[in-house]
C-alpha cells in the first residue's frame, strides 16, 4: 500500500476478531457501511483506519467471531471510589415496571459506590442543544453527535460535513465530567482515584473513551458492556425498590435511549430522525449535495431503533423498545406527580467547557493516493476493471463489492484471478488452448491416420 | 483527466442526485479537499435536479483535471426566457406540484453560480440549455 492513506497505525479499536471462529464466510464484508473488512487469508481483516466501531459485523457474524473488548468488573478494583453510568437503553432491557431505583440499586449490588445516570447529561445536552439552534452563525442541519459511530462516518466519509455535527459532547461524558470534579471535591479524593465506568449498549462507546472524539481526554475511565453484566444484574435486582440517594433523571434524559428522543427532548421543530447506519448514510449524502435546507437538527443514530439496538444489549430492540415507551409514559405522569422536573440551567457545567470542544478532525478514507496525478491514474484504472468484473458482488474474492475489488486491484492489493468469475474464464480459455494446441498434429504425422481414427470409433 | 459522462432523464426524480454523487466520489478518491468537492456536488445536484423538472432529458459531462473540475450540463427542453430573472433567488417556473414536493425553490441557478468560479449559460427557447462551470480545485481564499 505506497503511498494510500488508509492504513493508519495506532488506532484503539473495541471490535476485535476472534480468528479461530472465523470461517472467511462474506458476511460481515458485506454489511460493513466503511468497508473496512476484506477477507485475507480465510480470515476477516480490519483496516483499522476505516471502522468506526458501529459493530455491524459483531451482530452479523453468524460464528460470533466479531467481538467488542470492553473492561469487566474486576477493574474496579483499580480505584478507590467507583461510579456506575448507567446509559438510559440500560433501563429498557428491563419491563418497566421494575423501577430505574431497582435497577440502580442493583448496579450498587455489583460493587459501584454510587451510580449517576447518564440520563442527567442528556438534560444538559438537551438544553445546550437548544441554545445552540438560536445561533445564526452555524452551519445547518446541524448534524447530533451523541452517536460515535455517526460521528466517526462523517470523519471518514463525510469529511464535507463536519461543521455540520454538533460541537458539544456526549451526554455520558458531560455526566463523567460532573461525577469527577463534584465527588472529589466533596469526597477529598484524587480526581484520578474515581473510577467512572459506563454501562454501554455499544462498542462505538468503548472506543470513544479510548480515543475521545473532540475531548483532549475522556473523563470516562472504561466502559462496561450492558451484555457482560446483565445476568448479574439480574440476579442483585432487589425485590423492592430500595432508597436511592443522589438526582434521579427525569424522562426527558432517560427518553434518549429511543430514537426520536433526543428531538422530543429539545422540542426541535423541523428535526429528522434517521436510525440504522446505512441509513444514516443516505441521510448525510443528500446533506452533502444541499439538499434538507430547511431541516434544523438530524438526530442520526447508528443503530436501528437508536441506543436500545446497540449490539451489546441483550433484549430484542422491538421489545426494549416497547417497554421503555411504557416506561417513559409512566415516569411522565409520576414525574408531574411527584414533582421532578428536568434540569432547567447548566450553569455549573458551562465552566467545564461544554461549549468548548476541540474540533472533529477529518478522516478520509476514500482518496486512492496522496499524489492527485497517481489518484486520476487509478481512478481509470478501476474504472477499467470493473468492466471486466461480472458485478454480482458476491465477495468471493474477499472484497465486498466488484467496485471494491476494482478499487483493491488499483491500489495493488489484489488481483483479478481474485475473481472466481475472472478465474474460470482464464481457465476455461486455457483449456480451450490446450484442445487447440492438442489437435494440432506435426507435420510427420499423416491426416489420413487421422480420419481412420475416428471412423473406427464409431 | 478523467471523462464522466451522464444521461440524465426528464421527470425522473427516484434517480435524482445519481449523476452528481458519482462526480462527488471520484473527487474524493483523487483528494479534492472537503469543501471544494462539495461545490461541485451542489453545483452538479443542482443543474441535475433542473433537467429532472423542467427538461426532456440532458447530458452531464464532468471533465476532471487535477486542478479544476468542469461541468457541462446540455438539456432538450423549454429554454429560459428570461435569464436575469431566473438568475434571482426565490424566481421558479416550476409547476405548483413540483414545489409542493420541495423542489423547485427558485435557487437552483444562483446556487450553482455561487457554487462555481467560472459560470456560462446559453439558452434557446424550445430547444434547450447548456450550463457550464468551473470549479478550481485550489481553496477559497
Known sequence: MT?????????????????????GCVNCIKRCPTEAIRIRGGKAQITEARCIDCGECIRRCPNHAKTAYTDCLDDLARYKYNVALPAPSLYAQFPPHTPVNCITSALNKLGFDEVFEVAQGAEIVTLAIRDYLKRSDIKRPVISSACPAVVRLVQVKFPELIEHLLPIDAPVEVAARIVRTERSRELGIDPDEIGLWFITPCPAKMTAVRQPLGSEKSNITGAIAISKIYGELLKALPSSAE??????????????????????????DHSLIVHEIHSV??????????????????????????CIGGPLTVESRFVAEQWMKK????MRSEDTAKGIVARQGYDEVAELGVNERRAIEPRPIMRLDDDIFKAMYKVEVMDK??????????????????????????QGTASETDCIFRLREKVRDLAQEMVDIAQKLPPSLGKDNSKTGREDDK | MITLEMQLDGASFETAGEASSRVKKVLQ??????????RVAIAAYEAEMNVIIHARRGIMTALIYPDRTELTVADEGPG??????????????????????????????????????????????????????????????
Not at chain 1, 432508597?243 to 429539545?266: D, F, H, K
Not at chain 2, 483528494?31 to 462539495?38: E, L, N, Q, S
Open chain 1, 243 to 268: 432508597q436511592c440517594s443522589g438526582r434521579r433523571a427525569s424522562w426527558v434524559g432517560v427518553g434518549w435511549a429511543v430514537a426520536g428522543g433526543e428531538t422530543t427532548a429539545a422540542q426541535i
Open chain 2, 29 to 38: 478518491q483523487i483528494g479534492v479537499p472537503g469543501d471544494v468537492t462539495r
Open chain 1, 281 to 306: 448514510a443516505e441521510v448525510l449524502e443528500q446533506v452533502a449535495l444541499g439538499k434538507l435546507k430547511h431541516i434544523d437538527y438530524i438526530e442520526a443514530l447508528a443503530c436501528a431503533s437508536g
Open chain 2, 80 to 141: 429560459i426566457a428570461d435569464i436575469s430573472l431566473a438568475m434571482q433567488e426565490g424566481y421558479s417556473t416550476a409547476p405548483d406540484s413540483v414545489r409542493e414536493m420541495g423542489f423547485g425553490a427558485g435557487m437552483g441557478l444562483p446556487n450553482m453560480a455561487r457554487c462555481s468560479d467560472e459560470f456560462d449559460i446559453e439558452t434557446v427557447i424550445g430547444e434547450g440549455t447548456k450550463i457550464r462551470m468551473t470549479i478550481y480545485h485550489e481553496k477559497r481564499p
Open chain 1, 385 to 410: 476493471t470493473l468492466g471486466k468484473l461480472p458485478g454480482l458482488d458476491c465477495g468471493s474474492c474477499g472484497s465486498p463489492s466488484c467496485k471494491a475489488l476494482a478499487e483493491d486491484i488499483a
Open chain 1, 327 to 330: 416506561r417513559l409514559k409512566d
Open chain 1, 3 to 23: 503511498g494510500v492513506s488508509p492504513y493508519m497505525p495506532g488506532y484503539f479499536h473495541s471490535v476485535r476478531l476472534t480468528a479461530h471462529h472465523c470461517k
